[in-house]
Structure formats: structure tokens, C-alpha cells
């Protein structure tokens, strides 16, 4: 079900929808609904334990974001929502490398998802 609503969210088409409704007056933009979608996958547990179905929900909003940038391989998204995913993955290197609570098995999520950045952020 996660995946589902990733899946629609994240779709090359309805983040260029959201992006050229702002021409119509949408106040929403693409960096908003990431950032949110950032918050509510991760500051809930950034400084605890992460159980099994969030750290599935987080490694799969991570390696969409990776997609999303392009950066490794072609991307089917727009500009604007090239440059929002890469500022999302800065944004959860940033939350990911201060947090400092959690289980053995929340610290070697929390490193796999930077190794996943830093590998998919590498030029």
C-alpha cells in the first residue's frame, strides 16, 4: 500500500502537475510535498527505534528520490522536481548523520540509507 501511494506521489506527471499548477495559483509546490513527505517518513523515529514497515517505507522514499534526481541514470521527471529530490536527500543526510538514539538495528538503517544517498548522490 505504501509503495501504491509512493508510486502516485512521486510520478514524473503528478509532480510536473503540481509544478505548473503554480502557474494557476496553487500555493503548494513540489518542495513543499516532498518536504512533507520527508517529515512524515522520518522525524517520527530519527532519534529512536525505527521498526521494520518504516525502515521498508524509508529505503523506498530514499531509492525514489535517487531516481528522481537522474543523477545516476536517465530520469523521466522535470527540472524543478530533479533539484527538490536532491535537496530532500541533503536534507535526510542532514537528519540521518545527527541522529543519535536508537537500537543496533536503527543505526545500521540509518547508515545503509546514507550509504544509499552517497551512492546515489556520487558523480
Known sequence: ??????????????????????????????????????????????????????QVLQINYTERLIVITGLKNNSRHDEISKARATAQLQEITRKLKSSTGGDKDSKDHRNYLLTLIEHGLDD
Request: aromatic content about 8%; glycine content about 10%.
Open 1 to 54: 500500500m505504501q509503495s501504491g501511494v509512493l508510486d502516485h506521489l512521486l510520478s514524473p506527471s503528478m509532480m510536473l502537475r503540481l509544478s505548473d499548477s503554480r502557474l494557476y495559483g496553487n500555493k503548494y509546490s513540489v518542495g513543499e510535498m516532498l518536504g512533507d513527505l520527508t517529515k512524515a517518513i522520518f522525524d517520527e523515529d530519527i532519534n529512536g527505534n525505527v521498526n521494520s514497515f518504516r
